[in-house]
Structures are given as structure tokens and as C-alpha cells.
């Protein structure tokens, strides 16, 4: 592989290249594969226009015919704003340059708003799978409020030759019942056209942030939130990398009381104590996976902002945590075109380079 992985990983490159899970065998997982379609998805309910839909996915870009994905997604134009979003490089205003990137980055799908693909829909719809976003938070409302509500119609995205839809479900928060059920129908009609479904499972709450600690990405409530996911049948699940545990311990200390949970969803399928500490990174990331059906929907871990200099290191290492614990990819945006769109695109080939490195297995 041209990307050095092991060197980007620096001192923790034995920690997270050499890992053997002892909780949750990985011979429990779907996997991901070349075969993944007819070995697990070809089971289901889904029409063969989907299946197709999906294939087509699977067989797009460097990562073709593996199994694995890696997806360019760029809706921060409605979701963080334009202008902020765009600053470092405002070529992408541009709905071109954002398909562009898409490809010259060897990506399997590129994701973003009705109005970003549909503008160029006619010139590039066949050349690359789209994955159009049907609902958004925005940021103009005074005082901001934090919602997702939707922007178009499914029609409108089978019209514009899109192979695949997202949605972003806040779950905890107050809007979360309004957004499931509108997710959910979105989602069925979806199915019924042959389109694939990917859902961003986030979760949000100020409760979650308890004594300091941010709750936001712990391992058990985004785990809890993937199961949700594929409960209103989404075929993908885009998540943040889990990077603590034991929310659900936090949301019940003193007199407040939330969810159900038992502690041995730490001890003995995460292999944290009995409050989630103590647990291997490629753990936390396999106990989402676990709620995902054992990966029968497969998990996609997003590639976060960028932070500068140590993109290239966080994206490398974000994708041996999700490739080791059995995951499907990243679905990676700012880190790739919030610089030079070479620069994006070697980005993206290094995180591909991961999924395509045999000796990177599954932990």
C-alpha cells in the first residue's frame, strides 16, 4: 500500500494492528466482503432493485468489489453553514467540486443535499452512485434551535437518478419521536423504489454531558441508537466513533433515572469494570456494531472535523479502529475537502488504503 499505516499510527500502532477481541467473537459478525450482497443482505426483505442499488455501490471506486466503502459526504453547507464550511476552500460552493472530489478521491458514493446533486445530476449520476440527504439541521433561527426536518421527497431523489438516501435522526432529543416517524416512512417508500438507506444515528441531549464527560459518542447510548436504526430498516448505519462508555451508568447516579441497562453490556461484551472504563477502542467500535444486527446492517464511521496537521493520523486511525472491529468504512467530509482538493484526495486514498491492506484484519 502507498500509506505507510503503521507510521501514521505512531506509538499506538501495536495497540490497535495487533488487538485480539476476547468479548464479542468476530465469527458472531456479518462481515463485510465481496459477497456481502447474496451472503447477507439478499436474505432480507429488500427488493431486487435495492439489492441492485446496493451492489452498484459495492462496485464503485478503489474499494470496488471488496465489500468495504468509503463515502465522501458534504451537507455542512446547510448543516454547519455555508460560509464556514467553505472558507478554507471556496471552490467548493461549487456543487461540481464537490462531485469531482467524490471521484478523483476514489469514493464509492458521494452524499449531499437535493440541491447540491440535483444541479448536476444529468452530468454525473451515472458516473458515480449518489446518496442524496433528505432532512438537515439549520443554523438561522434565532435563537439556533437543533432539529432535523426534511427538504424534499423521496420522488425527488429517484427522479434525479440517486441510488441511495440518508437521514440524520437526533435520538434522545425532544424532536426524536417526530423524526422517526418521518424517517421511517421516508425510508419504506425508499425501499419500494429499489433505493438504498443510510441513517445517521446520532444522539443528542444536554444530559448527556454529565460531571465534565461527554456522553455524545459513549459506546453503549450510540449503541442503543444503531439499534433503533435498523429497527425502521436502515440498510447502512453512519455513526461517530465511540470514544468512552458507560452513558447510561453516568445518566443514573443519584436520584435520576434513565433507560434500562445491566452492567454486563461493559463487562462482558465491551471488556470495560462495571461503568464502561477500562475498554479497548476496537471494543466500543464492535459493540456498535453488535447493535446493528451483528452487521447484517453495516456500520460506516464518520471521519469528524478537521483538526489540521493530524487529519491524515485521525482518519487512518479512525479507519483500522472500524476496519479491525468489523466494520463496513467512513463516510469522511471536512478532513477531505477542507483543503486543496489533491490534498482531499490523497486523504481519502489513505483511509481506502486501510480497507484494501490484507494485514489489517478483523481483531
Not at 474499494?63 to 466503502?69: E, F, I, Q
Not at 453488535?290 to 471521519?303: E, H, Q, T, V
Amino acid at each position: 500500500m502507498a500509506t505507510d499505516i503503521a507510521a501514521l499510527l505512531g506509538s499506538d500502532a501495536d495497540a490497535l494492528l495487533g488487538y485480539e477481541s476476547s468479548f464479542i467473537p468476530r465469527s458472531a459478525l456479518s462481515l463485510p466482503g465481496p459477497d456481502f450482497i447474496d451472503r447477507v443482505v439478499a436474505h432480507s426483505d429488500r427488493t431486487p432493485a435495492t439489492l441492485r442499488n446496493y451492489q452498484h455501490i459495492l462496485n464503485t471506486g478503489r474499494l470496488a468489489g471488496t465489500g468495504y466503502v468509503s463515502i465522501l459526504p458534504v451537507d455542512q453547507g446547510v448543516e454547519h453553514s455555508a460560509g464556514a464550511s467553505f472558507v478554507p476552500n471556496p471552490e467548493y460552493f461549487d456543487p461540481e467540486n464537490i462531485v469531482k472530489l467524490a471521484i478523483d478521491g476514489g469514493c464509492n458514493a458521494v452524499a449531499s443535499t437535493y440541491g447540491v446533486l440535483g444541479m448536476v445530476a444529468r452530468k454525473y449520476a451515472h458516473k458515480i452512485p449518489f446518496l442524496v440527504k433528505f432532512n438537515h439541521n439549520e443554523l438561522m433561527t434565532y435563537p439556533n434551535t437543533f432539529d432535523q426536518t426534511l427538504y424534499g421527497t423521496i420522488q425527488q431523489a429517484y427522479d434525479m437518478g440517486a441510488v441511495a438516501v440518508g437521514a440524520t435522526i437526533y435520538f434522545g432529543s425532544d424532536e426524536s419521536t417526530r423524526q422517526i416517524q418521518e424517517v421511517a416512512e421516508m425510508f419504506a417508500h425508499a425501499h419500494e423504489l429499489g433505493m438504498v438507506t443510510v441513517l445517521w444515528c446520532y444522539i443528542r441531549n444536554n444530559a448527556f454531558k454529565v460531571d465534565g464527560t461527554d456522553y455524545h459518542a459513549s459506546a453503549d447510548l450510540t449503541g442503543q441508537a444503531n439499534h433503533l436504526g435498523v429497527t425502521i430498516q436502515a440498510d447502512i448505519i453512519k455513526q461517530k466513533l465511540a470514544t468512552n462508555n458507560g452513558g447510561y451508568v453516568a445518566l443514573n447516579t443519584g436520584d435520576s433515572s434513565y433507560g434500562k441497562f445491566k452492567s454486563d453490556i461493559y463487562t462482558k461484551l465491551a471488556g470495560g469494570d462495571d461503568k464502561g472504563a477500562g475498554c479497548h477502542e476496537i471494543d466500543l467500535c464492535r459493540y456498535q456494531i453488535a447493535n446493528c444486527y451483528m452487521g447484517r446492517a453495516p456500520l460506516i464511521n464518520s471521519g469528524g472535523e478537521s483538526k489540521g496537521e493530524s487529519d491524515m493520523a485521525d482518519a487512518v486511525r479512525t479507519a483500522v479502529i472500524n476496519k479491525r472491529a468489523g466494520g463496513m468504512g467512513l463516510i469522511s467530509g471536512r478532513k477531505a475537502f477542507q483543503r486543496p482538493m489533491k490534498d482531499g484526495a490523497a486523504l481519502l486514498h489513505a483511509i481506502q488504503d486501510v480497507y484494501l491492506d490484507d494485514s489489517v484484519t478483523i481483531a
